[in-house]
């Protein structure tokens, strides 16, 4: 069963970087599509970003853009978020996913998800 679990979260002050790493069970995650997401309390889960299984093609959420990056290496079974930038809006849980249709966002498997408090 494919497994991922995310790293990489903590506090930071406004303005400042986190790179968020998810880490698959499995070689077949490099199969997959992947994305990240996010939920602030009292909000629903939010797409961030996402990569295609070639690296050829990413996304990303309007209110990330320019400021996060999405980067994966499959050798490593790995997928990256690079967070600058960051504004106490990007508070939150985030959580890797691999994507069974990238273009419905149909999820395969969460992660545990990681938790990123930005201070302003």
């Known amino acids: 069963q494919l497994q991922l679990v995310e790293s990489g979260g903590g506090l930071v002050q406004a303005g400042g970087s986190l790179r968020l790493s998810c880490a698959a069970s499995e070689r077949t995650f490099s199969r997959y599509a992947a994305a990240w997401f996010r939920q602030a309390p009292g909000k629903e889960r939010e797409f961030v970003a996402a990569?295609?299984?070639?690296?050829?093609?990413?996304s990303y959420g309007d209110s990330v853009k320019g400021r996060f990056t999405i980067s994966r290496d499959n050798a490593k079974n790995t997928v990256y978020l690079q967070m600058n930038n960051l504004k106490p809006e990007d508070t939150a849980v985030y959580y890797c996913?691999?994507?069974?249709?990238?273009?419905?966002?149909?999820?395969?498997?969460w992660g545990q998800g990681t938790q990123v408090t930005v201070s302003s």
């Open positions: 996913a691999a994507l069974i249709n990238p273009n419905t966002r149909e999820i395969r498997s």
């Open positions: 990569i295609s299984w070639s690296i050829i093609s990413t």
